[in-house]
């Protein structure tokens, strides 16, 4: 899994606003900064929430996820955003970044919800308590509201800004923000705005500039999948096969023309394992079956290779950080 180093640039411009070098956090985050050259480049997970968990220390500001929000701009970010901006509608807009969503994350990409006269954004990462998430959540949310704010108007709100993580200490600042619609400790972390936003048009629209915007996030997206590294062309190999029987290690290296040694040595220096690939291909397998009304969780055990659901439950938590009818329960 992995983040574009947009993100980064977008972090070390905050963290600068707050005095302190970007050098000076790369190097306590033992973040090579050649790294940040190329606009495409991808950092791991891991070392992206460490990175986040050092900004929060060397800069002391407990509310930097707000921050980085309020600080982001099209000139922060690559040419996903710019595709989205120039929508003719949010409607398009989310569309466009749902798309394109891999550009700048592995992450799992927002949900819509369309409910009578509201619309809800959800913010699909994991939920946790750990700063790092939380710092993520916030500066999503700080996203999503900028996002009705370029379709509809500043003088338009959010109806709920909901957070699954509990009031932090400087919950003023969330008021400041949102202005009082934000909610803490709720099911899933999200957006909820009226839903005729969706289809507000956008004056004046820039054709071309869409046109062209679009065509260079394809091009993007087809070389990120086509050039995957190894841990990404063995996530597809493995959610080829039958959820049921996926391949062990031997099989899996035998089946690149590789061995285990080198195999486990590769995926290493792409800052995965084979166990952490296969979990995230057997969670995605369980979201997907999980996503069917018509499936009860006991049939998706088995289906998954579990002797008992009581198996399956300990092993979705331990994937997700929740059971699987607390996720079930979310969409």
């Known amino acids: 899994m992995s ?54 220390e060397i800069t002391g500001d407990e509310a930097l996820g707000l921050h980085m929000g309020e600080r ?10 710019h595709v989205a901006a120039h929508a003719g509608t949010m409607r398009e807009g989310i569309a466009a970044l749902l798309r394109f969503h891999r550009l700048a994350t592995d992450d799992p ?56 993580h509990h009031a932090p200490a400087h919950r003023a600042e969330y008021t400041r ?29 820039h054709v071309e500039l869409y046109a062209a915007m679009e065509s260079l996030a394809e091009r993007k997206l087809a070389r990120i999948t086509r050039q995957g590294g190894l841990a990404e062309r063995l996530r597809e190999y493995i959610a080829a096969q039958p959820p049921s029987a996926y391949a062990d290690m031997e099989t899996a290296a035998r089946w690149f023309g590789i061995s285990v040694r080198s195999l486990r040595r590769k995926l290493e220096v792409e800052h995965a394992s084979f166990t952490g690939v296969l979990a995230q291909a ?7 079956m999980l996503e069917d009304p018509d499936r009860s969780i006991g049939q998706t055990a088995y289906a998954l ?13 331990r994937w997700t950080g929740m059971t699987p009818s607390a996720y079930r329960s979310r969409l």
């Not at 606003?17 to 791991?44: F, H, Q, S, Y």
């Not at 923000?177 to 629209?205: M, N, S, V």
């Not at 057997?282 to 997907?288: E, M, Q, V």
């Not at 290779?305 to 938590?317: L, M, T």
């Open 72 to 81: 982001a701009s099209l000139v922060s970010f690559d040419v996903f955003a």
């Open 109 to 164: 990409e927002p949900l819509l919800k369309e409910e009578q006269d509201t619309a809800t954004l959800v913010c699909r990462s994991l939920p946790s308590a750990s700063p790092s998430d939380r710092l993520r959540a916030e500066f999503a949310m700080v996203g999503y509201l900028h996002m009705v704010h370029h379709f509809a108007g500043r003088h338009r709100n959010l109806k709920n800004a909901f957070f699954e």
């Open 177 to 205: 923000i949102f202005g009082g619609a934000e909610h803490f400790g709720h099911a899933f972390t999200g957006a909820e705005f009226d839903r005729q936003f969706l289809d507000c048009q956008q004056h004046p629209k």
């Open 305 to 317: 290779g579990f002797s008992e659901p009581s198996a399956f439950h300990r092993a979705f938590k």
């Open 3 to 56: 983040v574009s180093v947009i993100f980064v640039h977008a972090l070390a411009e905050t963290v600068e606003a707050g005095g302190v070098a970007r050098e000076e956090l790369l190097k306590a985050a033992a973040i090579d900064p050649t790294r940040l050259d190329d606009i495409d480049a991808r950092l791991g997970h891991d070392e992206y929430n460490r990175l986040l968990v050092t900004a929060l």
């Open 282 to 288: 057997r969670a995605s397998a369980a979201k997907r």
